[in-house]
T-cell receptor
């Protein structure tokens, strides 16, 4: 596609429910990132995928968070048993290779609201 | 791990004035420093970046300076315009690093 695509753009859920957020990166980009942006906060790194290598999960805040990337393309971020503090905008980004070699292209984000 | 601090959190300037945003980083191994601009309701976009083998880089009205000894870098915007109003994020990464660590962001308001 022309850019990074994320869905849903908005998700309202009840506390305790599971949610799945989807990211479709730019075709040919081997690196895929998930960041979280809480209101008034910066961009918090969650997880990184590079090709077929093991993902860097060092930013996942708890074991309720997981992500996978199938076939080196589409990625899904899953949050189990959502809590109110999970409310944020979840941004996906992709790049041709390592972040230090070029630009990160961000999606529009998925705004999650946990009631 | 890397920690990036950004100041100020908000900045208001008159149209035509200059704006300066400063960031410090903790990991001396970091040597790639991009700046991203996020307009209201939109996605962050890269506006300029600098690597550690360069002390300053300019692109029209924006410039970035880097002081590796002091571990800080700054974004300079000259002749500010209303369309410069946005949130600006600095970031740092190692040369062979896998992730960008972002600062908390600066809300820039340009008053006309």
């Amino acid at each position: 596609g022309a850019g990074v695509s994320q869905s849903p753009s908005n998700k309202v859920t009840e506390k305790g429910k599971d949610v799945e957020l989807r990211c479709d990166p730019i075709s040919g980009h081997t690196a895929l990132y998930w960041y979280r942006q809480s209101l008034g906060q910066g961009l918090e790194f969650l997880i990184y995928f590079q090709g077929n290598s093991a993902p860097d999960k060092s930013g996942l805040p708890s074991d309720r968070f997981s992500a996978e990337r199938t076939g080196g393309s589409v990625s899904t971020l899953t949050i189990q048993r959502t809590q109110q503090e999970d409310s944020a905008v979840y941004l996906c980004a992709s790049s041709l290779s390592r972040v230090s070699t070029g630009e990160l292209f961000f999606g529009e984000g998925s705004r999650l609201t946990v009631l | 791990g890397e920690n990036v601090e950004q100041h100020p959190s908000t900045l208001s300037v008159q149209e035509g004035d200059s704006a300066v945003i400063k960031c410090t980083y903790s990991d001396s191994a970091s040597n790639y420093f991009p700046w991203y601009k996020q307009e209201l309701g939109k996605r962050p976009q890269l506006i300029i970046d600098i690597r550690s083998n360069v002390g300053e880089k300019k692109d029209q009205r924006i410039a970035v300076t880097l002081n590796k000894t002091a571990k800080h870098f700054s974004l300079h915007i000259t002749e500010t315009q209303p369309e410069d109003s946005a949130v600006y994020f600095c970031a740092a990464s190692e040369e062979y690093g896998n992730k960008l660590v972002f600062g908390a962001g600066t809300i820039l308001r340009v008053k006309s």
